[in-house]
């Protein structure tokens, strides 16, 4: 195999775990795909999937405008390579959104709803129109395969590209700083990257973020091909990311000396700072000054090093604002879950083979990448066979296998857990309460692995409803939270009783105590055995309730209210002796006066718990 | 219209819950179990409002402030979100896309969201309006034993009666008046410091939505102003083109009688060092690349 198609085995892989993660989060939610939680609405896919995915696709607009602009025609090699990677760029965001936002199937709401005030909504239209723009400047490129349409291709190419170009440019200023703005509005971010100007900064850092990723592609894209790349061009566009990026710099440096003041948290030596420093280092100031180096800015292993660095650091920088910095003052943890990055993967490696396909396919490099004689015309009767390789034989089955292995190890290490939790908490529990011999799947300690618990049963061997409701259904544990099962089932192998039949035997001297209890001639069972206030005296009996008022007969627990009118009461007046608060210990906190009865009990409880 | 209020008083709070409990029957909301995705403080998708246990034995119940101009209102794509004439901001989960932007910008961090369901939505308090047997009227503070939570039909009473106490207990501070991001229609009497209740300790008295709404707002002059600012540069630049190119024309064609004076005189040719056939790069390389950043 060549390089190319190396590269193309491990894409499919990719791929292939994508699309496994696609139905996982299709089917199970949110939840049990990500990490994400109510403090950290926004992760990876949002952070650096869409807003750094964006970012990445900038270089179509900012080269395809100063090019068509101002007639550069020595850099017109880049127009067509940039247009596919910003259509690359965006499509993969557009897709990576589709499946962040919790309901897919809407994502085409914001044509219909209008909220103008929203950032979102002017990037929602925007991405929708400069994606029809890139199409528009795809279709020629796709034109001029068949002979046909060859000459509509060439009129679209020569009419076409400057209005395309400049809307392509106005659209662009528009999302790209508005993907800034979107944080003007969050002031949980941490000061460092809460900014006044961070569309201003957004944008910036987006032309030059672009134009770096371009620079990457045309020495990536040639090596794969085994093609020399065209360094001197690429040195002159490094000069131009140098110049964008110092003027991003020059600006975030106002930002954080006179804007917002926040120079002073840079010292603080949180880890905030530590990424504020890194972030600035490996995105402007270490590559911008190496490519001072002629060494450097004239070999091909240079820039690629610069532009790596270039790329690392914004896709750092957005993931920070986007997210990351708002950790501390949210009070939570956020690292994505495999899944998480195995869908994020997935799509940028559908992006990379769809590009690699276009770049074979379509005059998208000067001088084309792969030779004519490469590519044979397919005879008419295979056509079918291999559409996604446009290559039937050994390789496309390598690409085939590798896809299906991919989703193979992928749908084998999804978390069955938290996806076999979902649901169950809910609709199992719905339908205990509705029918009398419901089974509830309790998954108690989180483990993954369940307990079948025959609510009906339950329900019965404490007395039906709704007196045994409100055994289990505490009154010390508020509302819908329930009594493990373990408060009752002290003992597996015993059943449910406060008598413990090998106590007394132990005690009373093991075999030769029966008759002290069971009388002789009847069978040995708990109806013929003595009363146990025979042996014991009624207060050794009653249970260590504070404050109970009823003494248990012997076999029965305390009832539950008086349990927890022991439980209760006694602490509700120390609180209120200790906080000053005289209503803790007031009988109407708990019950009101026009209702009394099981609903007291009831409006205790909250209704929740106990069926209606 | 006057605003609808909620006035809570963290000092007669006794932490009973049963504003939580009431909240859970009037909006029918399913019971909770703890899960992963939950913050730690009682709120959930399922559960809107909770009581919070604070040092000292103060209790403070968080619920949705019914801000008057609400981020999250600010920032919804389609509209979902909206704040009604009477105060309540309610949540329109027809139009919910599921982007979680007001999550994001919830100054308070009150919008939850369904993590389990395939089909999720934001669950947050509605001020009870979607509430069947008494639209309107929150649940919560029908049932507060010691009436630490109160209704209000107009937020001016609430206000009063809330500088009322004030004024009585000088050891007290109001949460939610216009000096805390515009205004909120749950207000807060506490003994304690309730800036635990916000992502930032001190929001400031500026509403939310102006903080983008300057940057919004520019859209169509920055549309319109790039538009014509690149249509211009390419009308010049394509003159430009094309008076060097007749110029070299006439120059080619006279070449023997005047050839300098001309070529030097228009104030537009340094500029225009590109013409198509040029084989000098790296000037041209520097400085238009340099011209567009300015630009954009």
């Avoid at chain 2, 709404?213 to 630049?237: D, Q, R």
């Amino acid at each position: 195999m060549g390089r190319s198609q190396t590269v193309k085995v491990v894409l499919w892989g990719i791929a292939g775990v994508g699309l496994a993660t696609v139905a996982h989060r299709m089917v199970y939610g949110l939840g049990a795909t990500t990490n994400l939680s109510d403090p950290v609405p926004w992760g990876l896919w949002k952070g650096v999937g869409v807003i750094a995915g964006i970012a990445m696709g900038a270089g179509g607009f900012v080269l395809t405008g100063v090019i068509h602009v101002f007639r550069l025609h020595r850099y017109h090699a880049l127009v067509r390579p940039a247009v596919i990677t910003a259509l690359m760029g965006y499509g993969s965001a557009a897709t990576m959104l589709l499946f962040d936002i919790g309901l897919p199937w809407r994502i085409w709401h914001p044509i219909v709803y209008w909220q103008i005030h929203s950032p979102l909504f002017e990037v929602a239209w925007c991405v929708m129109l400069y994606l029809t723009v890139l199409s528009l400047e795809f279709t020629p490129i796709v034109l001029e395969r068949f002979q046909y349409w060859r000459s509509l291709a060439a009129w679209m190419v020569k009419w076409l590209s400057l209005p395309l170009a400049i809307l392509g440019v106005m659209i662009s200023t528009l999302h790209q700083s508005t993907l800034g703005t979107i944080f003007l509005i969050t002031p949980q971010l941490h000061p460092l990257w809460y900014s006044p100007i961070q569309h201003l900064l957004f944008l910036t850092s987006a032309a030059g973020l672009g134009m770096t990723v371009i620079m990457a592609e045309f020495m990536i894209v040639p090596w794969l091909y085994r093609k020399p790349a065209d360094v001197p061009m690429l040195s002159s566009l490094a000069r131009a990311i140098c110049y964008t990026l110092w003027a991003y710099f020059a600006l975030r440096l106002i930002d954080v000396v006179f804007l917002t003041g926040s120079i002073s948290q840079v010292l603080s030596g949180s880890w905030e700072s530590v990424a504020f420093v890194l972030e600035l280092a490996f995105s402007v100031l270490i590559p911008c000054v190496l490519l001072l180096v002629p060494r450097v800015r004239t070999t091909a292993a240079g820039l690629l090093s610069c532009a790596a660095l270039i790329i690392m650091g914004f896709v750092f920088e957005r993931s920070v604002v986007s997210g990351i910095a708002m950790l501390r003052a949210s009070g939570a943890d956020y690292f994505p879950s495999w899944s998480e990055f195995g869908l994020y993967g997935g799509i940028l490696a559908g992006a990379g083979l769809f590009f690699l396909f276009a770049v074979e396919e379509f005059a998208i490099w000067t001088p084309k990448l792969v030779g004519e004689q490469l590519r044979p015309p397919l005879p008419a009767d295979t056509a079918g066979d291999g559409w996604l390789q446009a290559r039937p034989g050994v390789f496309t089955s390598r690409g085939s296998l590798a896809f299906v292995l991919g989703a193979a190890v992928a749908v084998g290490l999804l978390p069955f857990q938290s996806a076999r939790s979902e649901g169950l908490v809910r609709a199992a529990t719905q339908a205990a309460r509705g029918e009398e011999d419901g089974v509830l799947h309790i998954d108690g300690d989180r483990d993954g692995f369940l307990v079948a618990f025959d609510h009906g049963m339950h329900i019965e061997e404490n007395g039906g409803r709704p007196d045994s409701c409100k055994r289990c259904h505490h009154m010390n544990l508020p509302h819908d939270k329930q009594t493990g099962c373990y408060g009752c089932h002290t003992d597996m192998h015993l059943a449910m009783s406060i008598f413990s039949h090998d106590r007394h035997v132990a005690s009373l001297g093991l075999n030769q105590s029966c008759r002290q209890c069971h009388a002789a001639g009847v069978g040995r069972s708990e109806e013929t055995a003595k009363a146990c206030a025979e042996c014991h005296t009624p207060d050794k009996l009653t249970l260590k309730v504070p404050g109970a008022t009823v003494k248990s007969d012997g076999s029965m627990a305390v009832g539950y209210e008086d349990a927890m009118h022991g439980l209760c009461i006694t602490c509700h007046k120390d609180v209120a002796k200790l906080e000053e608060k005289a209503h803790h210990a007031e009988c109407t906190t708990c019950h009101k006066p026009e209702i009394a009865g099981a609903q007291a009990i009831e409006s205790v409880l909250g209704g929740a718990a106990v069926p209606r | 219209m006057s605003k609808k209020a909620i006035l809570t008083d963290t000092t007669k709070c006794i932490g009973c819950n049963e504003c939580v409990a009431a909240c859970k029957r009037a909006n029918n909301l399913p019971p909770d179990v703890p899960r992963r995705w939950h913050k730690g403080d009682g709120l959930s998708s399922r559960t809107w409002t909770a009581v919070i246990r604070r040092p000292g034995g103060k209790f403070v119940r968080k619920q949705c402030r019914h801000c008057i101009e609400p981020a999250c209102v600010a920032v919804c794509p389609v509209g979902a979100l909206k704040a009604t004439d009477d105060g309540p901001v309610v949540y329109d989960q027809e139009a919910c896309i599921g982007c979680r932007y007001c999550m994001l910008a919830c100054p308070y961090g009150i919008p939850r969201y369904d993590w389990d369901l395939a089909a999720p939505y934001i669950e947050k308090c509605t001020f009870c309006t979607t509430r069947k047997d008494k639209p309107g009227i929150p649940a919560c503070t029908e049932v507060c034993p010691t009436k630490a939570t109160v209704y209000f039909e107009d937020r001016q009473e609430a206000l009063a009666e809330a500088k009322r106490r004030l004024a009585a207990n000088p050891k007290l501070k109001l949460y939610g008046d216009t000096d805390e991001i515009g205004g909120t229609c749950v207000l807060y009497v506490s003994d304690i410091d309730l800036s635990f209740l916000s992502y930032a300790t001190d929001l400031g008295s500026t509403p939310m939505p102006k903080t983008i709404a300057a940057a919004i707002h520019s859209t169509p002059f920055v549309f319109t102003g790039v538009g014509l600012a690149l249509t211009g540069a390419a009308v010049g630049v394509n003159w430009v083109v094309a008076r060097r190119m007749k110029l070299q024309a006439m120059q080619s064609a006279q070449q023997e009688e005047a050839p300098v004076s001309e070529e030097s005189g228009p104030s537009e040719a340094p500029e225009a060092d590109g013409p198509p056939t040029s084989s000098a790069p790296s000037p041209e390389g520097q400085q238009e690349p340099g011209a567009e950043s300015e630009e954009s």
